[in-house]
């Protein structure tokens, strides 16, 4: 073979195009192979680029192209099994390679430092440094760095400390010259095996056959459902699979939403897997995230815990992937490389070979619609384990009815009860602030954000208003700015007014109140947790934050406020995910002598969707659904992907996607759909006119195949200041 001269690199830029430049000056550039790194000159920047392949001729003119400045690698940082991956989710998804395969690394990586395990600064204090503390009255910052590492003997990484006190980096260089601190390098490692797990519960029939199943499917691909409700034992059945993966010597990577990540869901792994776990949760330094992925690629760590982008973790030896909440919206990137982990995932485990399993009490439609298809098999567990019962759900007609800030009578009742007898109360309402309008009773004036088409959100405990679209905020008019009247209202209810009618009402009961708003500082979520944990007669308000991930044994009654939200929405979608959240609320409470209630405030408990769920279960429901998507032609039935533009003006979004439109349509056969450009639901966010366009075909390949012709082209008829994206199969219309 002749040796390679060209080599088309990927950088970090928003065109779908490789670039290609030649061998370093001097060097042949033998060694340099598909998934290396170099450092590029590109424009009159230096980038850090991949090596996607080499070849011995181009027809580029010789002369115009330039060397590259430096071999970062010597051989690729991907297993190939990886590599592909990146490859393929590029093309699949649409993406310029370059930002696929930096949004894959992390972050020490994408800036060219040097594949290797990485270190980290460990500080202590050191005799000279005690006597200071002493006598250095003047200095509080050195003297806050030096009073916290006195707390700690053994010393501190530097992470830490700068944690406990920001911006410190300066100080500790200057107690480092004083010589009152010492600081050592470390190489950042990972705990060794643990002599003793704990050992788990019996399995039961169902657990044991689910368990049987996977590991009859170990070494090939199988694609599992684990199906089963709140409490009824997945997570046992994880826990089982991934002892016997990881005694086979492989590795297991599980992936767990963002929300899942709880603290109490590390420890269950930890004390119950007598191996080393990577965890990559959203603390870790750089470092520390460059040394997991650097574990997991040389076989020192068994397995792998993390979120949506831990899927791009490389692996020595893959045994096996878990999904757990397989339905969850995180798994999907809402920006720029817009992927979805789990479908990632699924694609990866048939690559390797292995088995994976996602679980969920609630399925994605689109999983439940594969399991039709023979494509996954599913596994139930039908029955809470340890003996707990299900909760029972009722519809709650509120038409007519009294209400007191949205809460019924006949609700204020029940959980009366419930309190009596010293249980908590859980109301679910997914709206955070005290109202979501406020408007001026005399002219129908209402507070709108002047950045996006929404109303502001007013929050009376500060008086301001808030829009929960762009974040703008402003302080909340004490009068009409039309008409100037002193008379305004507050339409309907949030969260905080919530919390603030019950608390008159239930003045000898703890009202705790869990959402974005009262959970902003670091470990106050924890806090509230554990006040639940510990507490019995409460009542706890919350937004889907209190929906996911925890238990609460001693909640016996759920009040789903607000059920209509997810029926009249244009969101294709919402039907499901509305479901989805009722049975997560519902999942919350009850355990074995108490099973839960859940009562479902609707205006419309009629609806058919709302019937089939309560009275026949998710599944029923989610057929229904599948038959509607079917009828309207809707995914999984078909395909589809989403263009959205965006700009200052109004016309330039609509005028670029009538343009792409065109294009596209050169491109397209009768399995092809498109339809709009509309403007977005809501037109104006953040300042910006938005536009979109939606392509759908009848079958995946159709869609791949008129999307790859048309986006070279599209890419090019981008003028002035608009902004756009494609996204593949979206979770979003909007
Ligand atoms: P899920 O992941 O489906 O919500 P978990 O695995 O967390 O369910 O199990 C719920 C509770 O039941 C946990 O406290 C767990 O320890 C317990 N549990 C699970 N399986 C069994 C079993 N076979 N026997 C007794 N208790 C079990
Ligand atoms: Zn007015
Ligand atoms: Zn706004």
């Known amino acids: 073979m002749p040796t390679p001269r060209y080599f088309q690199i990927a950088v970090p830029s928003p065109l779908r195009q490789t670039f290609t430049y030649l061998a370093p000056h001097q060097q042949k550039g033998e060694l340099l192979t598909p998934g290396c790194r170099v450092m590029v000159p590109f424009g009159r920047r230096k980038l850090v680029g991949i090596v996607c392949a080499t070849s011995a001729q181009t027809d580029q003119a010789h002369s115009r192209l330039r060397h590259i400045l430096q071999v970062i690698d010597h051989s690729p940082l ?24 930096h949004t894959a690394l992390p972050a020490p990586l994408r800036q060219g430092k040097p594949a290797q395990t990485a270190t980290r600064s460990h500080w202590h204090i050191t005799a000279a440094g005690r ?9 509080p910052r050195q003297q806050a760095v030096l009073q916290l590492l006195s707390h700690h003997p053994q010393g501190l990484a530097q992470e830490q400390v700068l944690t406990d006190l920001p911006g410190s980096n300066e100080i500790l260089k200057r107690l480092l010259d004083k010589t009152w601190l010492a600081c050592e390098i470390q190489p950042v490692s990972w705990d060794l095996p643990r002599a003793h797990a704990e050992a788990g519960p019996l399995l039961n029939a169902q657990q044991q056959a689910a368990v049987d199943s996977v590991r009859a499917a170990f070494a090939t691909y199988q694609a599992f459902l684990l199906e089963g409700v709140t409490g009824s034992g997945k997570t046992e059945v994880y826990l089982q699979l991934i002892g016997h993966c990881v005694a086979q010597g492989k590795q297991a990577l599980v992936l767990v939403p963002e929300i899942g990540l709880t603290p109490q869901m590390i420890r269950r792994f930890e004390k119950r897997l007598a191996c080393r776990i990577a965890v990559l949760h959203s603390g870790l330094s750089d470092n520390e995230r460059l040394a997991a992925w650097l574990a997991a690629k040389q076989g020192d760590v068994d397995v792998i815990l993390g979120t949506r982008s831990a899927i791009f973790t490389p692996m020595h030896a893959p045994g096996l992937i878990i999904i757990d909440e397989e339905h969850d919206a995180s798994f999907k990137q809402q920006d720029g490389f817009r992927y979805s982990a789990r479908d990632l995932a699924v694609w990866r485990a048939h690559h390797n070979h292995i088995p994976i399993v996602l679980g969920s009490a609630t399925p994605a439609i689109e999983s439940l619609y594969n399991v039709s298809r023979e494509r996954f098999q599913l596994l139930q567990l039908t029955e809470r384990a340890g003996g707990a019962r299900a909760p029972r759900l009722h519809l709650l007609d509120v038409r007519a009815q009294p209400m007191h800030e949205g809460v019924s009578d006949r609700l204020l009742q029940l959980m009366r009860q419930h309190l009596e007898n010293n ?5 679910f309402l997914n709206r955070r602030g005290f109202a979501p309008t406020l408007m001026c009773h005399d002219c129908g004036w209402i507070a709108t954000c002047q950045r996006c088409d929404s109303h502001m959100t007013y929050y009376q405990r ?19 700015t039309h008409c100037a009247s002193e008379n305004l209202l507050t339409v309907g209810a949030g969260t905080e007014r919530i919390e603030t009618a019950l608390r008159e009402r239930f003045t000898d009961t703890e009202i705790i109140r869990i959402d974005r708003d009262t959970t902003r500082r670091r470990g106050s979520l924890e806090d509230l947790l554990h006040k639940i944990k510990n507490g019995r007669r409460q009542i706890l308000i919350g937004t889907q934050m209190l929906a996911k991930g925890h238990h609460f044994p001693n909640v016996t009654l ?8 997810g029926l009249h929405s244009a969101e294709f979608r919402a039907p499901e995910r509305m479901a989805q959240l009722i049975l997560q609320v519902a999942g919350r409470a009850g355990r074995a002598e108490q099973p839960g209630e859940v009562i479902i405030q609707t205006h419309h408990p009629d609806h058919p969707l709302l019937l089939s769920l309560i009275r026949e279960g998710y599944n029923a429901f989610a057929r229904a659904l599948l038959q509607e998507r079917q009828a309207a ?16 003006e109004r016309e330039a979004p609509l005028g670029f996607l009538e343009r792409a439109r065109a294009i596209l349509q050169t491109h397209c056969d009768k399995q092809v759909n498109i339809f709009g450009p509309l403007p977005a639901p809501m037109e104006k966010r953040a300042g910006r006119y938005r536009a979109q366009l939606i392509v759908q075909a009848a079958q995946r390949p159709q869609l791949q ?3 790859a012709a048309a986006l070279p082209q599209i890419e090019s008829a981008k003028t002035g200041k608009v902004r756009w994206s494609i996204d593949v199969d979206p979770i979003d219309t909007y």
């Open 78 to 101: 991907w297993p190939a099994e990886l590599w592909q991956l990146l490859l393929w989710a590029a093309q699949y998804y649409q993406h310029p390679l370059g930002e696929v395969l």
């Open 131 to 139: 006597d200071a503390l002493t006598t250095l009255s003047r200095a």
């Open 423 to 427: 249980n908590q109360v859980l109301l």
């Open 462 to 480: 500060d008086q301001r208003l808030r829009c929960h679209h762009c974040g703008a905020e402003r302080r909340a008019e004490q009068q009409c």
């Open 558 to 565: 759920v009040g789903i406020l607000d059920a209509d939200q």
């Open 633 to 648: 032609a809707l995914p999984p039935y078909t395909a589809m992907a989403i263009f959205r533009a965006e700009a200052v």
């Open 705 to 707: 195949h008129v999307l």
